[in-house]
């Protein structure tokens, strides 16, 4: 990728998608925070810039989904999935031409530590199928805690890139790269009920340990390979 894409964070304004954000304002890309209400987006980007220091305030804003969305290359969807349908149907219209990253893991409360499979097979592939063939839909970064992403520690977990095509996949690739990740090509949108599950056993993992930020890691594979 020459040219750094264009960010912007559908319900940015959670600590996943403020997690996303800080890490790639690090690698230098521009992002916007979209909510449904502009003052918790500004309040977001405030929250950041304490963080990141005022040397980011040009690369970071905030404002409604629909504006931040239709100024993006890339949007990213970071929110319960109990919204899931109902964000994507309203963001249709914004999102035509673009390449959508879906976040969103499929948890039904109180059972979050249980797998749910929604009836188009994953939460990326019913994105896929709310907004059809205009847009590219992208799996990726399920298993990793928003409190590994809004720090500087490197970061232990591996993470399952799946994507409509092999472009859309290396789009999610750099994307992880830049975040400080190690990525791997998953396949097909239909592969993205694994990392998906994954994150409900990794959440269990995460109560037996009491600890934050289980993840998975693909081993046997030679790393000057990858």
Not at 180 to 205: C, F, H, K, Q, Y
Request: glycine fraction near 10%; proline fraction near 4%; aromatic fraction near 6%.
């Amino acid at each position: 990728m020459d040219k750094k894409l264009k960010i912007s964070i559908i319900g940015g304004t959670g600590k996943e998608g403020r997690g996303l954000a800080y890490r790639w304002l690090k690698a230098g890309y521009t992002v916007k925070i979209g909510s449904r209400k502009k003052e918790k987006a500004l309040q977001a980007v405030d929250e950041l810039l304490i963080l990141l220091g005022n040397e980011y305030k040009d690369l970071l804003a905030g404002d409604l989904n629909e504006k931040a969305v239709a100024s993006c290359d890339v949007a990213v969807l970071t929110i319960p999935y109990a919204f899931h349908a109902e964000i994507l149907n309203s963001m249709k219209p914004y999102l035509k031409g673009k390449y959508l990253l879906d976040v969103s893991v499929p948890l039904v409360p109180p059972k979050v530590s249980m797998v749910h499979i929604p009836e188009k097979g994953s939460a990326a592939l019913e994105a896929q199928s709310i907004l059809g063939e205009d847009v590219k839909v992208i799996s990726a970064f399920q298993n990793i805690s928003f409190e590994l992403l809004l720090s500087d520690k490197n970061i232990e977990c591996d993470v399952m890139v799946c994507g409509l095509d092999k472009e859309s996949r290396s789009i999610g690739l750099q994307l992880v790269k830049d975040a400080g990740l190690r990525g791997w090509d998953a396949g097909p949108l239909e592969n993205s009920i694994v990392p998906e599950g994954l994150t409900s056993i990794l959440i269990r993992i995460n109560k037996q340990f009491g600890i934050h930020d289980a993840g998975v890691r693909i081993t046997g594979v030679n790393k000057e390979n990858h």
